[in-house]
Nanobody
Framework: QVQLVESGGGLVQAGGSLRLSCAASGRTFSSRAMGWFRQAPGKEREFVAA????????YYADSVKGRFTISRDNAENTVHLQMNSLKTEDTAVYYC?????????????????WGQGTQVTVSS
């Protein structure tokens, strides 16, 4: 089992920045990739960004490319999501997820472990 705990959400004005963190514990060696997803009220959970533990390759949704940066700290088993130039449409609950299988995917069901989520609210 892998336990994931997100932190760093909050309320910010449009154009501002937030940094989310996801601390992984437990059988972290079984995790191959980490992803961030978000879910706004009445909408499906959507892919935001992902990073491969080994090698550090990263992937982004088109809607956040150039504004968000995902990074990892292997020693601390922590993944960060730096969010800049935030827009009101970025408002959602943000979830951290871990994938045990090799390879990158944007599909939520292909991730094996999930955090409890952290609320990000961007005001106009």
């Amino acid at each position: 089992q892998v336990q994931l705990v997100e932190s760093g959400g909050g309320l910010v004005q449009a154009g501002g920045s937030l940094r989310l963190s996801c601390a992984a514990s437990g059988r972290t060696f079984s995790s191959r990739a980490m992803g961030w997803f978000r879910q706004a009220p009445g909408k499906e959970r959507e892919f935001v960004a992902a990073i491969i533990w080994s090698g550090g390759n990263s992937y982004y949704a088109d809607s956040v490319k150039g504004r968000f940066t995902i990074s990892r700290d292997n020693a601390e088993n922590t993944v960060h999501l730096q969010m800049n130039s935030l827009k009101t449409e970025d408002t959602a609950v943000y979830y951290c997820a871990a994938r045990s299988r090799v390879g990158f995917t944007t599909t939520p069901t292909q991730y094996d472990y999930w955090g409890q989520g952290t609320q990000v609210t961007v005001s106009s």
